[in-house]
């Protein structure tokens, strides 16, 4: 045991490990508020174009002394280049943080900003209170759909609508319901590849708002939206295509007669889903745990995501309604390093 007065005692363990690990934390933090105080002020949007120091200043309004670190960090994070007094976005920039860009995630980066405010800054607070509460219309009108929207567009539709267009007859399909549509993007692109197409996307009423937006920014005029609960409402019938993507409506027994009886023979029904073990990713894990939508707090199992899927007694269901699984795989999903969902397409015999 030494005193606290042995000033020649060093510590027992390297301080740089320690330093190192504090130094990792905070540069971490501090690359992602640049990028959100970026946002804020369209950077990325105003440097698609080559822009001086002056004219950056004066469109932003950022103080020389602060504009120029400031700068200097998104050079270093590689989002913006330098030549000479001369500023414009990297490649990852243009593609990704610009507005404009069809692969913008500016709505991710936005949702990010916002727990990193609401949550991860308070993270005492949340502890004490309990998890953060947003309203129903706010998280997912503002802030998950939205994101979500924007992360499909990274690879995972790609990759669902081209094992969908792929089904044999896929050309000669008519009509089409997302059950749980959200946003709308898997609706519009399968109506874009096939002109016969009629698409419908169905999800609560407080959602078709969004959907419609989508619809509108992409002029999909055979694209269309229906209001009401899978669960208790109709969703129509003679339907050559049913899709879920990460919805309830691809995780519960009970919607399969429903899904069943409102397929044509001959159709399919694609299920694109989360196997439900996302807590083996302990930052998930917790975030999972600080938030929440309305004033209770989550039940386990009771969020899609959540719940296992394709368990034998779901295939079993499956059988029991004459459906024969096509094809099942796994399909990267890249928002997140290492995530995967599975896309099971089932025909109705």
Known sequence: M??????????????????????????????????????????????????????????????????GPYLGLLCEMELIEREGDIYRNSRISSVYLNSESPFSQVAYTKKNARFMHD?????????????????????????????????????????????????????????????????????????????????????LPQIIPLAKEYISRFDAERVHTIGGDFFRDDFGRNYDIIFSSSSPSGKSIEILPKIAGALNSGGFFVNVQSAGDDGKDVYQALEWQLWAVGKRAKEPGGYTKERPFMTPEYRKAMEDEGFVIWNEKKIRDDYHAGSMVEIVIAKKE
């Open 2 to 67: 030494h005193s606290e007065n042995d000033f020649l005692q060093e510590p027992p363990l390297p301080p740089s490990d320690f330093f190192a690990l504090i130094d990792e934390a905070m540069h971490g933090m501090i690359r992602a508020a640049a990028i959100a105080a970026a946002m804020e002020f369209s950077l990325f949007d105003i440097l698609i174009e080559p822009h001086d120091f002056t004219s950056i200043a004066r469109l932003t309004e950022i103080s020389d002394g602060i504009l």
């Open 119 to 203: 949550i991860w800054c308070r993270l005492d607070r949340v502890f004490k209170k309990g998890p953060k509460s947003y309203s129903r219309k706010r998280f997912f009108g503002e802030l998950s759909l939205p994101a979500m929207a924007e992360n499909a567009r990274c690879g995972r539709l790609q990759k669902t609508i081209k094992e969908i267009s792929a089904l044999p007859g896929f050309s000669g399909f008519r009509r089409m319901v997302d059950l749980g549509g959200g946003h709308g993007l898997y609706a519009i692109a399968l109506a874009d590849l096939n002109p016969s197409l009629e698409a419908y996307v169905f999800d």
